[in-house]
């Protein structure tokens, strides 16, 4: 590297850190200067050629978030240090082709993609008298109503270690839809850890920003019964049509598609159109895109073109933070013992602590009684008792097809396949570990297996569990699931 290109630069990163405070709303400088140094260490100058200046970084992130972040005050420090009219690329790494020794470098802008218009007519081919909710029948302009809950915003949403890279990419999204490298976002995550809240608070960001954009979420349950009404009508072409006039789509638990071929088609075609279209996709899932059975290649490998970030459960420090987000909200305060039991007593997933804190409002109120650590204790074991449930072989059947996304038929089928034959016999496995049933009654509540076939199946689950990264994480979540 050009020492001189080295030195210059070292400029421009103390002429930026000097301007912090004055480029941001925001006092603590010290939290700052952390933020951007953990930034910009990870980014070096290349070469300046031609008053084209390169810089490398290690990926598309590092990229999107300087230029949603810091463009403004890196290119005052560029003209100051550099003169005017320098040019600054980017050296993705992660955008390297295979065969190459150089990686790939793009424009500071990226590609250009024209803002999306609203639609505010019947598109060609477009029934008004469509089955979908979402359209207002027998009027020209198109009305739709996003399905997004005023709750779910971002200031409502409490970051932590868990969730903190999920909804730095989420903001940067809302504020260019469609015009990152991050599209699709597929969020993932177990139950309750906060994927729709996230995915929302993009189409409320969106919405106050660019109200001209269509937005909309919904489930991949509602989609599917659209489809399904869709083709019974033969409307097909409408359907298709409804969706290509949205400029961002957030569909929940897209992992439901599994199984379904006819819905896994015309999904594809909407993502197409779409991503091509330059309208933002975002995903959620329980799980990630290679680990959801039986929906098509093409589709999985669709997942993968943005980014696919995880969303884990809550840490307690995180989770003390919802609590105090939340009841602040309500004008109640708690103690800090209150607040460490509260914390400690709801350890799986967010929903299930907003549960705990509805819960505890709500006997505060009916019985008239100042906040306590005694109170607190005293609900806690009273919703226990109420939400205990009974593991028997029904029940983890019942996790174990919504976890993987098939139905109760092929769990109990005869076929080998092994998107079916895997989950079935995760499901003796749990049937054996946590009831009391012998391998016979297992077999039976199996479909009528024999007792030699669950027997084999639950010391395959337990050879291959400790030697199989997938299996094993399989194992881990499902026991969670099925003890809460």
Known sequence: MNENLMTIWQKCLQFMRDNLN????????????????LLFDKVQPVSLVDHNLTL?????????YIEDNYLSLLSAALKKNFGKGVKLWYSVME??????????TMNMKGKTVPTPKMQETMPQGFSSNIVNPFVVPGIKKVNIDSNLKAD????????????K????????????????????????????????????????EVKNQFPDKVVLYLSSEKFIQQFISSAKAHKQTEFANFYQMVDVLIIDDI?????????????????????????????????????????QDRIVSRFKWGLSAEIKSPDLDTRKRIIVDKLSRDGIVLTEDMLDFLAAEAKTNVRELIGVINSVIA?????????????????????????????????????????????????????????????????????????????TKIGEEMGGKDHSTVM?????????????????????????????
């Open 255 to 295: 992992q439901f598609l599994s199984g379904k071929s006819a819905t896994q088609d015309s999904f594809f075609h909407i993502f197409d159109y779409l991503h091509q279209n330059g309208k933002q996709i975002i995903l959620t899932s329980d799980k990630a895109p290679v680990d959801i059975m039986d929906i």
């Open 22 to 37: 004055a480029a941001e709303d925001n006092s603590d400088l010290k939290k700052l200067e952390k933020s951007f140094d």
């Open 95 to 104: 955008n390297k082709p295979n065969g190459l020794e150089k990686p790939v």
């Open 165 to 204: 890279f999920a909804s730095t990419v989420a903001r940067s999204i809302a504020k260019r839809p469609g015009a990152t490298a991050f599209n699709p976002l597929f969020l993932y995550g177990g139950y309750g850890v906060g994927k729709t809240h996230l995915g929302q608070a993009v189409g409320l």
């Open 56 to 64: 490398m970084v290690p990926s598309d992130f590092y990229k999107e």
């Open 456 to 484: 084999y199946a639950c010391e395959t689950i337990k050879d291959v569990s400790k030697i199989d990264k997938e299996v094993k994480k399989y194992v881990k979540e499902l026991t969670e699931k099925i003890k809460h």
């Open 363 to 439: 006997y505060s109120t009916i019985y008239k009684s100042d906040l306590s650590l005694e109170l607190l204790k005293e609900t806690i074991s009273k919703i226990a008792a109420n939400q205990k449930k009974i593991i028997n072989i029904p029940y983890i059947q019942e996790v174990v097809c919504d976890y993987f996304g098939i139905k109760r038929e092929q769990l109990l089928s005869k076929t080998r396949k092994r998107e079916i034959a895997l989950p079935r016999q995760l499901a003796m496995y749990f049937a054996k570990e946590f009831t009391n049933a012998t391998f």
């Open 152 to 163: 779910f915003s971002f200031d409502n949403y409490v970051e932590g270690e868990s969730n």
